[in-house]
């Protein structure tokens, strides 16, 4: 609790008013201090006085400390023959921010404040109120309202997230807010998941969530310095309903459906209030994201991810913490097992100056994995002035990976293509091989095993005068065994006899690196503006050893395919006169860096005026890298050894706004560097006569140079505009360039340093509640792009030097988009119109390039009903149109619906669910690209339309009270 000084006090004066008539209204004030990690409540002795039209709030003199007054409409009512002021339910609240500037004098009056008034219409014994409010803030922090969302039964958390203004929820977990990648993701204030998102977002019901708040949070660092130190995360914390934050929460499901699809998950978590933990197993061939979104309006083609998939999944997470946070245990078991299956045809047009060539492939694979891993951090507190963080990690994985491939390079542009025809070109397609530059048939198996551990210490102490030290130690080791089979067979133009024919086996290892690193820094704080000055040095070894022995199997005594299928060895007596040295390879590379820094960034903190505050945060870096690489091949070894410079900077700028209704701007600069891979400097071994890779050792390091600027404004109409810029450009690029043989179609690669690469966008998202009760909401998201792709590409016929640059391919691409989305709620029913399109225009002067401009427009509509007795129906109906391409099998249209169907018995503890996924059966994956090398059209297999029953089951169970 907190009380201020009678003798010495320092007066904010508030005027209040109605954001109507504009007249001054009697209000009521609750006063809040504003701390780095929450927003606590103070005792309004002496704190507040409310006088009509204006709340007047004292605080101590010398308080510099940051404060949220929330304002009320209030009334005067007669209690026991004495007058007292209560709050109104007539005005919605508002939230102002007090701080102390320099110079200010009191008493200080601050611009009024305007209260909306709460919309209710009356009619006859039915009263309709305003829909419940779906954000609002609370000082700094952002809340979103979970109950403000309709989802249907069933949904998870990710459902949740897509419907909330400002949030992008991306298909690998990771969440942007407002412009801002999220840190990390909460579960009452808690990592309880140990940084893996998407078990949260996948498992963690939606109907357990009572609101979502998006803050920095405040680290370890300024509980042991007692000030601001810097050191906070961007967070996004769920928090649970009180009958759902302690106790039991047990989801499970279960279904099986058409064509032998199933699923099959129970998600478990115990709470407490310093042990939680949670268990999770899964089962399904459903290749993941493919379900129906539940009428969320988002569901779209990215989310089907590539091929059809079946995994089974399991683990644990766990998290206890001690009285008063002294320690703390955290960690998490994962298990996964997973089979993919994967069909791709794949068209290429190769920009070249002598003649555009055409490629075509196809590609079919299956694999099996198994990945175990395991992750545990524990802290303590050591006394008051210091504390201990130790991470232990393990990791394995193993492998399994059978494929084949058919592909073929033309002079031109081939109609009816198909993989049978190229299988069967000598023998039945004549007019096919005229055009032909080379083919190449092959079938591989990969098969081993990784394995990985690692172990990080991390330290800070406190040290008077406002010092601290900070200790950071890392170590890790990584060891690979692979097997890897290639058969394959290569023809080159219209001669039937291969020129080329291989069985070969490489043993990929030893394959393993040391990685230590260890870092110590002393920063200085100064009370002027949270100034702080960290500098700090690093010391990082790496040790890589890399081994590829190859045998060719093909020349066996006796040799034939069906006597040796692919991984089937001979005996090591057999084995040891087939190896081929000069294929065979192996390498070591040494790296020692040494780095100082001034980061992460010092702050400093300045007002400009009673609306926005300015903090400034730099940092700098300059790392010594020493690498030296031993690679021996054929007889033959290549040594480098070389040392770069490489600097690191950034600048980042916040304008801090005391007034909600105003703009808040961030400005980032980023400015990295990287050396070359040494791989790249060195000539390899040639394994496959038509793809051959030469070395260049005189490659530069790149320079990343980013910039990107965010503005978010929430009006108290709740109108929210978020405007994101980005730019980025890169410095000495890393390009791998070829030298294409028109005669054979052979590949000469080479990496070289290229300039020009940059792209930049710019949009702009709008989100507007409207309507009575404020039911209607549209948001739209503007956005243009633009994408200048330079790289290297040359030709030849024979006796071409490689040491000559190969010339410049520019490719431009312009892009405009707009995304509308319109959301209607009422009751426990919504429903969602959304429409998208999408206009890319491509230019470049090189010859062979094309100018064009195509364009997609995805739209169609969704919703969520509920009807009596606890049925629900949830769908998404979408139409996918695209035009324009030069290859007719993009210019598609499309019309994709998915449905599902509920009934929960038993107060919503017990769910049965009908899905129906892509009823019309029109679905394909079909993805374009195009850079400055190649225009590339890629067709995928997908998962097909499916029905599937399954039943849902939830429980939760509270502790008994004592």
Known sequence: MLSFSLSAQFVFKIPVKDAVTRHAINSQGKLYLVSDTSTVYVSNVYGIKETGGEIEVLLDSKS?????VEIVGSKIIEENGRQRSVESDEYDAEWVMLQRKEGMSSPHVLPPVYLGRRSRNQLKELTVTASKVMFYHKGDTLIYNADAFVTAEGSTLDVLLRQMPGVELQSNGVIYC????VDNLLLNGKDLFNGKNELMLKNLGAYTVKDIAVYDKAGRRNELMGIDTGDKAHVMDVRLKRQYSIGWIVNAEGGYGTHDRYLGKIFGMWFSDNVSMTLFGAANNLSDGSIPESGSGSWSREQMG????????GGLTYLAK??????ELKGSVDILHLSEKNNNAVSRENFLSDGNTFDYSWRNSRSKSLHVNTSHTAFAKLGSKANLTVTPKFGYRHNDDLGNSVSATFHERIADISQSRIEQIYDAHPDMVSLLLNRDMREWLDRGHAYNGSLTLNSDIRLPRQNMLSFYGFGSYDNTEFDRFNRYMQNIGTDATPVSQEYQY??????????????????????????RLPIWYEFHHRAQTRTSEMSRLDQLTGYSPEDYPLGVLPSMTQMLPLLDLDKSYGSNEQVYDHTIGIAPGHSVLFDINADYGFLAMAGANVKASHRSFNYRHGGGESMIDRTDWLPTAYVYLNFITYNRDKWQYDINFDFNSSSPSMINM????????LNRFLGNENLSPSYYYKAKFVANRTTRKKFKHTIVAEYNAVQNAQARAYFYNTISGERIFKTYNVNGNMDGNVSYEFFFPFGRGKRFNLTTNTRGIYVRSVDLVGSYTDNVSFDTTPPKNIVNSFTAAERLTLNWQIGKHRFTAFGDARVNRYESSDRGFTDFTSWTCNYGASAVLAFPYNWSVSTDMTMYTRRGFLDSRLNTTDLIWNARLSKSILKGQLTFVVDAYDLLQQLNNITYAINAQARTETVRNVIPRYVLFHVQWRFNKQPKKP
């Open 306 to 313: 590539d091929g059809e998939s079946e995994r089974q999944t």
């Open 506 to 531: 490489f043993k990929n290892y030893p394959d393993h690196t040391l990685d230590i690193s260890l870092r110590g820094g002393l920063t200085k704080f100064f009370t002027y503006h949270m100034f």
């Open 178 to 181: 407002n412009g801002r990648r």
């Open 64 to 68: 510099s400390n940051s404060y949220m």
């Open 682 to 689: 060195v000539t390899l071994p040639v394994t496959d006569p």
């Open 322 to 327: 001690g009285r008063d946070d002294i320690w």
